[in-house]
């Protein structure tokens, strides 16, 4: 999409969720405030979710001095991303609701081609956009973006042919009326999904009107984990909220991937007992050339076409990384920002220091 840039009047309301973001927050901030899309046509309301460092400390100045910037406290009672992102709907005066998460970053003409894209493609009821890993030149960090980008491509794929099977909450778009006729529309009886599970749910009456938004001026840009363990506890927590799904789409895709990388795996455990050779090279090499297609795609529309060359050794790694998700991911809980959270119970956050 190319977006026109011409003046569309709808007042947008930028949502973020902010938790102990003292070390991310003024990236972004810096980032909304430069927007090209006119002052008195958009305003960023940031949610407090409790923070323990100096988050609020570095806020409050900011909306001092910028009208259309606001800080909101999620009240005593009430925790976790759901109840920041509901808490700032319920303040918010725009017709159409963006969020995305304090760690990110955003070019200055990001706002301008949401409402472009909204009105020329007829106003969809939900936009889901994309995000990027930020790069760095690190075989770790490398994983990361292929992994992560591999998700992106094949969540923009599905929503391309309108069958979305999952989006991100950083560069995520929606009516604000919407959120409105649906009585649990975030699913808050799972911490995690606060984008996946609404879209899920608008899929049941509105397929047709989810749409993806395939512009580099919309690009969200995100920090990857700096740790192995963040980045297994974020995949864990990405993966918890599965034992909700009960779309076709996404169970149908979950359970080719797991067949895929399960037989794979197998495979190389037939090498290492002698039982088979020839098996896993066949299904790997095949593997990579599928994966090699279409993440090439993916990879060139981000500018990232040098990853490719790190594909193959991430294949023989990623059976054994998805398979120990998939497990955990069901069965396991995990900590989140000083927090909690149960395999089973996942309404409140219990304090973990």
């Known amino acids: 999409f ?23 927050i003024k990236g972004l901030l810096k980032d909304l405030v430069n927007q090209n899309y006119p002052n008195e046509l958009y305003e960023v309301i940031l949610v407090n979710d409790h923070s323990e460092d100096s988050t609020t400390r570095i806020i409050k100045p900011f909306c001092s001095n910028h009208s259309n910037f606001r800080l909101i406290q999620l009240k005593k009672n009430f925790y976790g991303k759901k109840e920041a992102i509901e808490a700032g709907i319920r303040n918010a005066r725009g017709e159409l609701i963006v969020t995305t998460d304090a760690d990110c970053r955003a070019g200055n003409k990001w706002i301008s081609a949401i409402a472009s894209y909204y009105f020329q493609s007829d106003k969809p009821k939900m936009i889901i956009g994309l995000v990027d890993i930020i790069s760095e030149d690190t075989v770790y960090n490398k994983f990361q973006q292929l992994e992560f980008l591999s998700l992106v491509g094949s969540g923009a794929g599905a929503a391309g042919i309108s069958h979305p099977v999952f989006c991100n909450g950083a560069n995520f778009i929606y009516e604000k009326e919407l959120f409105k006729k649906y009585k649990d529309p975030l699913k808050k009886i799972s911490i995690s999904g606060d984008d996946t599970l609404f879209m899920l749910n608008l899929k049941k009456d509105y397929r047709q009107e989810i749409k993806l938004l395939k512009s580099k001026e919309a690009i969200i840009y995100t920090k990857h984990q700096p740790t192995i363990r963040e980045f297994i506890r974020q995949r864990i927590r990405w993966t918890s909220k599965a034992k909700l799904y009960r779309d076709f789409d996404i169970i149908f895709a979950s359970i080719i991937v797991l067949i895929l990388n399960v037989s794979v795996l197998a495979s190389m455990i037939f090498v290492l007992t002698g039982s088979n050779y020839l098996l896993y090279p066949v299904l790997l090499c095949g593997k990579t050339l599928a994966d090699t297609i279409f993440m090439n795609s993916i990879l060139k529309f981000f500018n990232k076409k040098r990853l490719l060359r790190f594909l193959i050794l991430f294949q023989i790694i990623y059976p054994v990384y998805i398979l120990i998700i998939g497990i955990f991911g069901n069965i396991a809980g995990y900590n989140w920002k000083n927090r909690r959270s149960s395999s089973t119970r996942t309404r409140t956050w219990p304090a973990a220091k």
Do not use: T
């Open 2 to 24: 190319k977006p026109s840039f011409s003046s569309h009047n709808i007042f947008v309301s930028i949502i973020i969720p902010v938790r102990n973001e003292e070390n991310n």
